[in-house]
């Protein structure tokens, strides 16, 4: 079955650390671009991360930059989002998908390609 489904998520409080996995199965990551996006509460959905599918170049939002880089393990055909000095604003639902585009498109706003669950993280002390 093709699925893409994210964990890692939880509360954590300002200043500390998660990393998120983004786990695929059915199909091979390392063809498609991994990108990951955020929604809270009430507003819309903010791409954050991206990393291509050929050379591995990415692309980081600049209200996340410095605090959150995106890598990827081709042997567990997963691909992660560490997160760092979190911030209250960094608490939403963040989503994971792997799809066949160039990152810059993919952040700019996409719903295609394959599409986790979504996981809470929540930043509160």
């Known amino acids: 079955q093709v699925q893409v489904a994210e964990s890692g998520g939880g509360l954590v409080q300002p200043g500390g650390s998660l990393r998120l996995s983004c786990a695929a199965s059915?199909?091979?990551?390392?063809?498609?671009?991994i990108g990951w996006f955020r929604q809270a509460p009430g507003k819309e959905r903010e791409g954050v991360s991206c990393?291509?599918?050929?050379?591995?170049?990415?692309i980081t939002a600049d209200s996340v930059k410095g605090r959150f880089s995106i890598s990827r393990d081709s042997a567990k055909n997963t691909a992660y989002l560490q997160m760092n000095s979190l911030k209250p604003e960094d608490t939403a639902v963040y989503y994971c998908?792997?799809?066949?585009?160039?990152?810059?498109?993919?952040?700019?706003?996409?719903?295609?390609?394959?599409w986790g669950q979504g996981t809470q993280v929540t930043v509160s002390s």
């Open positions: 998908a792997a799809v066949l585009d160039l990152c810059r498109t993919i952040l700019a706003g996409t719903n295609y390609g394959y």
């Open positions: 990393m291509s599918s050929g050379d591995d170049n990415t």
């Open positions: 059915g199909f091979t990551l390392d063809y498609y671009a």
